[in-house]
């Protein structure tokens, strides 16, 4: 099962690199991990994504977590009301016969063309990993040249 967690923590060197630590000393993959500034610049938000089906480890983890010093408030979005999501950029092979039919993909989605030069398209899309799997699924019709993609960020509803 896939835990979705948000980590306020103080904007300091250093951080990023215990927090991960916890998660690869416990033999744990970080499957997306997205970090910024929030709106207080002596803050940062994590949201981490892990991939475990052991709820006990998984609560260690969360109150290890609360222990570090530079760690503000740890939430769980697993099983509360939230809305997530991420950012895919993707290039895609855009000859002019078929930039219609690219251009009605984008709109099903309601993605957006950046920028087209030549034969290639970028492409950029924001919502929730199905969707976004939904439309990667279409744009290999194209030929997905390039493809990089944000981790997961939540907000609590």
Do not use: W
């Not at 010093?69 to 009301?81: H, P, Q, S």
């Not at 092979?93 to 957006?112: D, I, M, R, W, Y």
């Amino acid at each position: 099962m896939k835990h979705t967690i948000s980590v306020l923590v103080e904007n300091k060197f250093g951080v990023l690199a215990r927090i991960a630590g916890l998660f690869s000393a416990r033999g744990y993959n970080i499957s997306s991990l997205a970090v910024s500034e929030t709106h207080n610049p002596a803050v940062s938000c994590m949201t981490i994504v892990v991939d475990t089906n052991d709820e006990k480890i998984l609560e260690q983890i969360k109150k290890q977590l609360n222990r570090l010093i530079d760690v503000l408030i740890v939430a769980d979005f697993t099983k509360k009301e939230h809305v997530e999501r991420e950012l895919v950029l993707a290039k895609v092979s855009c000859p002019a016969k078929v930039k219609a039919k690219l251009t009605t993909v984008l709109n099903k989605f309601q993605a957006k063309l950046i920028r087209r030069k030549e034969d290639i398209a970028i492409i950029e899309f924001t919502g929730v990993q199905q969707d976004i799997k939904e439309l990667l699924n279409e744009l290999n019709n194209f030929g997905i040249k390039e493809l990089v993609r944000t981790g997961k960020v939540a907000i609590a509803s």
